[in-house]
């Protein structure tokens, strides 16, 4: 009876989406691929994922982000005063993604025109240097509650893929929002403007906002900009508006989320829900 019952204990405490590590170290969120978790721990404390050393704030708060297709052990320390104070062991659930194969394509509609390429180069790197300048916002925005940017129907799913004539294209990293032209986009958390653009190659108009310890969240597509780089906003404030700008087939939103490298998913920074 007494093993019966800490089996049922164990079984319980892995299911629950708010882990508890031990009495110092909490875990919330979803250990998932494209998710993230919020984890506070011992104020002073360092913490290493895998050996790589994580961003802490001083009062022992930080995220980790999972990729689309992570390493599905990973191993999370925590160290206090000079001593590795918890050993974590995350399991991260993988998901299985929409590949849709599609052959006989013209060669001009599956890659952009060579005239085009040295304009992509810059944007990207552009966009790359702007997400790169996250990583020193210290200040925690993301503790400060989330919403949704917009509301509206789903057309597009975090990591689905195209082959297009045999040739793998990068899978979609983020949640395409399907609504009018011109319908508000409002900042679903606190945050610095990274980035504007109103007509990147792929994106059209282009917002990159940083919410604290490398963690980023954008939007694309829009027709309208209604803030400018370094600009601090508050959840709640508009940012834009719906378009169908760039290489977009029609109007919506794109909505998308990375920290640190890491492409995730949007729909789980509800772990920042107040």
Known sequence: MLIKFFVVFLCLFFLSN????????????????????????FPG?????????????????????FQRDPNPI??????????????IILNVTKRTYNIQRINGIEKEKVDPPKSFLDRIYLERKSVKESRNKA???????????????????????????????????????????????GDRVFAPMDGIVLFTHNDLYFSGG???IGHGQGLTTSYLHLSDISVKNNDLVK?????????????????????GAELNGKRLDPQYLKVFQK
Do not use: C
């Not at 990973?74 to 050993?87: G, P, S």
């Not at 200040?139 to 689905?160: D, E, H, M, Q, R």
């Not at 297009?164 to 979609?172: D, T």
């Not at 709640?236 to 909505?255: C, K, Y």
């Open 135 to 181: 990583i020193l916002i210290e200040k925690l925005f993301y503790n400060n509650g989330f919403n949704v940017p917009a509301i509206g129907p789903i057309s597009g799913v975090y990591g689905s893929q195209r082959i297009l004539n045999g040739k793998a294209k990068s899978p979609h990293y983020g949640i395409d929002i399907a609504l009018p032209e």
């Open 45 to 65: 404390a360092s913490a290493r994922l895998d050996g790589n050393d994580i961003l802490v704030s001083d009062q022992g708060i930080f995220i980790i982000g």
């Open 235 to 255: 959840r709640g404030d508009l940012i834009g508006n719906v378009g169908s700008t760039g290489r977009a087939t029609g109007p919506h939103l794109h909505w």
């Open 18 to 41: 708010n882990l508890i590590a031990n009495a110092k170290t909490t875990i919330k969120g979803d250990i998932i691929a494209g998710g993230i978790i919020l984890v506070n721990t």
């Open 206 to 208: 282009t917002i990159i």
């Open 74 to 87: 990973q191993v999370l320390e925590i160290i206090h005063e000079n001593k590795l104070k918890d050993k």
